[in-house]
């Protein structure tokens, strides 16, 4: 079963308290969505370079994401093949996805969609970096429709310890390049 494997992003441990996120639906059109957001002792510049260092994300944030390759890029559009893997009990579930990205450093945001529909009929979302006194506020958005879907609140459960534990991953690479 390939469940919500998509954002960026994600594996399965504890929630840290620090980090906050929600998962809700499917809503009328079968949508589900997870949203987080966490405060981290680092700059935005350094927050912009973890979110966006495609490259290298399969490195910081291993097992759960174990490709990321940048396909294409031209000007603030950049396409990233990652694939993603969760554990469901004693199973492994992998799903591989195509992202189109944006990204508007002076907006502070990035925008992202699968555009392979391979594993998922819809997942697409958002980033935002936004400055705080101590250091950077990030937050995070996705909607998503699987296409393997399972009961709705196995989806839900699933889809949020697997954000919960890609901020956690992201906080702590930003933390480790910002020298704390």
């Not at 494997?5 to 399965?12: K, T």
């Not at 994401?65 to 579930?93: C, G, M, P, W």
């Not at 393997?148 to 196995?154: K, L, M, T």
Request: charged share 20%; aromatic share 10%; glycine share 6%.
């Amino acid at each position: 079963m390939k469940v919500l494997l998509c954002s960026l992003l994600l594996l399965g441990s504890l929630a840290h308290a620090d980090i906050d996120v929600e998962a809700s639906g499917p809503n009328s059109q079968g949508i589900f969505t997870v949203q987080g957001a966490f405060d981290v002792e680092a700059s935005t510049s350094v927050a912009w370079g973890v979110l966006t260092d495609f490259s290298h994300m399969a490195e910081f944030l291993y097992p759960s994401v174990t490709e990321s390759r940048v396909k294409e890029q031209e000007d603030n559009r950049i396409y990233v093949n990652q694939t993603f893997v969760a554990k469901v009990l004693f199973f492994d579930h992998s799903a591989n996805v195509l992202f189109k990205v944006m990204v508007s450093p002076e907006l502070g945001s990035i925008e992202f969609e699968d555009v392979l529909h391979e594993d998922f009929d819809l997942c697409k979302g958002f980033w935002r970096v936004l400055p705080t006194p101590y250091g950077s506020e990030i937050t995070y958005s996705t909607q998503l429709i699987p296409k393997q879907n399972g009961p709705n609140f196995i989806v839900r459960r699933i889809s949020r310890k697997m954000a919960v534990n890609l901020l956690n991953l992201l906080k702590a690479e930003m933390e480790k390049r910002q020298g704390r």
